[in-house]
């Protein structure tokens, strides 16, 4: 009987409707994964044994699996059990959306969420949020893609699933704004609002932190090297022992007030900082454009 080695995946890709699964399959099938899509949990152990039997050369496998039923978290915790099991190496990945960017997904495609029924879009959208709370806290990466069109979400899977070359882990480094919310994917968030507004600098105020000149005002104050300094050691100590874990997609996010000026331009360093040949970084600006 073939065996499952180590370098056998399996990933289970879930979330909420309209945040991205569709998109998900598409980009696993062209980066090289086995994929399938709407497999009940119940499924998915069956799949690998086949596969394991039948097409021992499939090494990374994915399904796109719908939970919104009450009973479905115990059904794939132990569809998950089962895979280990058999010698492949689970992970699940969980897509996220703010409830404001799903009622504007569903909006603009003018179809029903599959929970509404005779209620509400926003009901039926907070009610599958509850049903997911238990399978999202389990998850081992969670993707935010409210702020992605769909080039950019594209490339952010890819980084996430292609695994097979390059870095062994991957981190998004993301500036965004607080008022626009904190990112629902980061694993770890920064605060650059003790350091001085170049908002409030007329000649800076319509630029970015990716112009040199803001980029020079924010790092002329006083603390900002010293941090960023920090920070980079702090995430490397971090950053050995996501790999000694198994971790492979990490999310750092860098907030200022409107994620323009001072989070993009730290962000910006931190990324060219944290990248090495044991870390590969991708630089996500969310919300800059929208002021």
């Known amino acids: 009987m073939p065996l ?16 991205g699964r569709s998109t998900a399959s598409n ?15 119940q499924m998915l152990a069956p ?26 978290f115990e059904s794939l915790s132990e569809a998950l059990q089962e895979l280990r099991d058999l010698g492949w190496q689970p992970r699940v990945v969980f897509l996220d959306a703010t409830d404001e960017t799903l009622v504007r997904r569903f909006e603009s ?4 969420h599959p929970l509404q029924g005779d209620g509400g879009l926003l009901e039926a959208i907070q009610e599958e949020r509850r049903r997911l709370g238990d399978i999202r806290s389990v998850a081992d990466t969670i993707v935010d893609t409210s702020g992605f069109n769909v080039h950019q979400f594209s ?9 097979e070359r390059g870095p062994r882990l991957r981190v998004a480094v993301m500036s965004f704004g607080f008022k626009y919310g904190i990112p629902l994917d980061a694993d770890i968030v920064l605060d650059m609002r003790f350091l001085p507004n170049p908002f409030w600098v007329p000649e800076l105020r319509s630029k970015t932190g990716r112009d040199p000149e803001v980029a020079g005002f924010v790092f002329d104050q006083l603390g900002a090297d010293e941090f960023v300094e920090r920070a980079v050691a702090m995430m490397d100590a971090m950053i050995s022992g996501y790999v000694r874990e198994g971790r492979r997609y990490v999310t750092l996010a860098v ?3 409107g994620g323009k000026h001072r989070s993009v331009a730290v962000a910006e360093r931190l990324s060219r900082e944290l990248s090495g040949p044991e870390v590969g970084t991708i630089t996500v600006h969310r919300d800059l454009g929208r002021e």
């Open 47 to 72: 799949m690998a044994t086949l596969l394991r039997d039948k097409q021992p050369e499939v090494l990374r496998v994915a399904a796109v699996v719908d939970v919104r039923s009450r009973d479905m």
């Open 255 to 257: 907030g200022c007030t």
């Open 109 to 112: 495609v003018r179809r029903p």
């Open 27 to 41: 980009v696993l099938q062209d980066t090289g994964w086995y994929v399938t899509d709407n497999l009940p949990p």
């Open 155 to 163: 490339a952010k899977m890819a980084q996430i699933f292609d695994s």
């Open 4 to 19: 499952v080695s180590r370098r056998h995946e399996f990933v289970v890709v879930t979330g909420l409707s309209g945040a």
